[in-house]
């Protein structure tokens, strides 16, 4: 196993009826910010249930963050926070809403232009304006992670950024995750939800092996309920058990427990992240299209990993090693489209042509050199997403 520190903060209320509980956990002379994203939590009640939990707290709105929320939406928020000397922040939505927040928590003490944030992915953050979140929607984690991805559409270079910064002053004091708050999602940010938690665990999973027994099983285990639970929760969308079961598991997937002492990939991400910022995907679409040929492509580093996900995962045990990890990387693929989510670019109609500007994109931010060996090079990154089409 690697050396590593485990740091998380997060208190976690868990469980049907936990927003009241935001009354306790916000302090009571604050003057709140809820931020939130477009209509969903105005329209299934729970902004009226927040704000009912807040009581005769001072608080103000901010909405309209979007899905990969931009640089020039937040920067609206930190203008609100300062002339109305707010003090407190509370996200109530999916990871956009919540990276935003985290956003927004920092830019509100940057000295200098706050886009620095994300060009030095955080290291510049020294502070940030305490802030906690009401989850409804499970999927990125990042109720419970230092981690956010902003988008900015008018950067100097004219192109189109969504870039991650990481900070351990930005983590959420507390997080609400109460399963009864995703019951109105639409199939689509379900499955994505399913998708981009597995691919949480793959990319922290499948690399090497370096002795993590229990890390290992940790991420096997997440891996094969969302194996379990995902078709279901498309069927039963208001099944208490399957979404408490699915909303624990993909904050399990990026709070840094499965991660702490093991490699870590990422590639997957990152070429993710340009095609989103380019063509406007949805974060999810894009793992789901990519990961399957990055498993592919890069088996002969990962197959010590690709026999040992194959076998207790898929329990595939018969047949040559290659026939092994063909038949694990098909069965991943297969189920990304069970979820109806769309595993090629040619089905989001994007073709070759669009290949050279993703890697100017990818050489533009510095990923050159993704992976757990660093050698997802622009070459490699080229034949991911030729054989993606
Ligand atoms: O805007 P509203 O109207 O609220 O609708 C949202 C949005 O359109 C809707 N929604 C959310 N909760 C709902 C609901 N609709 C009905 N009922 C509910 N209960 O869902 C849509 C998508 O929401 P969004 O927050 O964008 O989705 P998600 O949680 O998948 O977040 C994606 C963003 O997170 C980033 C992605 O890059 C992307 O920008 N990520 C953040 C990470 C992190 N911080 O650690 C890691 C991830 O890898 C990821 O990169
Ligand atoms: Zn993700």
Redesign the pocket.
């Known amino acids: 196993m690697l050396n590593f520190d485990f740091y998380n903060p997060t208190r976690i209320a868990f469980g049907k009826g936990k927003v009241a509980e935001i009354d306790k956990l916000v302090p009571a002379e604050a003057r709140v910010l809820i931020v939130?994203?477009?209509?969903?939590?105005k329209k299934?009640g729970?902004l009226d249930e927040v704000k009912a939990a807040l009581g005769g707290r001072y608080v103000e709105e901010f909405s309209g963050?979007?899905?990969?929320?931009t640089y020039e939406t937040l920067i609206k928020a930190v203008a609100q926070i300062k002339a109305n000397r707010l003090d407190y922040l509370l996200a109530v939505?999916?990871?956009?809403?919540?990276?935003g927040t985290?956003f927004v928590a920092a830019a509100v003490y940057a000295e200098g232009d706050p886009w620095e944030i994300l060009l030095q992915r955080g290291a510049n953050v020294k502070q940030a304006m305490p802030y906690g979140t009401v989850l409804?929607?499970p999927?990125?984690?990042?109720e419970m992670?230092d981690?956010?991805?902003i988008?900015r559409t008018e950067t100097a270079s004219g192109l189109h950024d969504?870039l991650?910064f990481t900070s351990e002053h930005v983590f959420p004091q507390f997080s609400v995750l109460d399963p009864t708050?995703?019951?109105?999602?639409?199939p689509r940010?379900l499955a994505?939800?399913v998708v981009?938690a597995y691919t949480?665990i793959m990319e922290q999973y499948l690399t090497y092996p370096v002795e993590a027994r229990v890390q290992d099983r940790f991420a096997e285990g997440l891996l094969q309920t969302l194996i379990e639970i995902g078709p279901k929760i498309l069927q039963n969308p208001q099944d208490y058990d399957l979404q408490a079961n699915f909303m624990w598991v993909a904050t399990l997937a990026?709070n840094g427990l499965i991660g702490s002492g093991v490699p870590s990939d990422w590639a997957t991400?990152m070429i993710g992240?340009e095609i989103?910022a380019l063509h406007g995907l949805?974060?999810?679409q894009t793992l789901a299209i990519i990961l399957p040929t990055m498993l592919s492509l890069r088996r002969d580093a990962k197959r010590a990993k690709l026999l040992q996900y194959a076998e207790r995962v898929w329990h595939i045990s018969e047949g040559t090693e290659d026939a092994r990890i063909e038949a694990a990387i098909q069965n991943t693929r297969a189920f990304f489209e069970s979820l109806s989510v769309p595993t090629r670019l040619s089905a989001y109609n994007i073709s070759a042509d669009a290949i050279p500007a993703l890697l100017a994109q990818l050489e533009s931010h510095g990923m050159v050199k993704l992976g757990e060996h660093q050698d997802v090079t622009l070459d490699k990154s080229r034949e991911v997403l030729e054989a993606s089409i």
């Open positions: 939130y994203g477009g209509s969903s939590a299934n729970t963050v979007e899905p990969n929320p939505g999916g990871g956009s809403v919540i990276d985290k409804t929607l999927a990125t984690g990042s992670n981690g956010s991805v988008s969504k991650y708050k995703t019951y109105t999602l639409p940010q994505n939800g981009d949480h990026l991400h992240h989103t949805d974060h999810a």
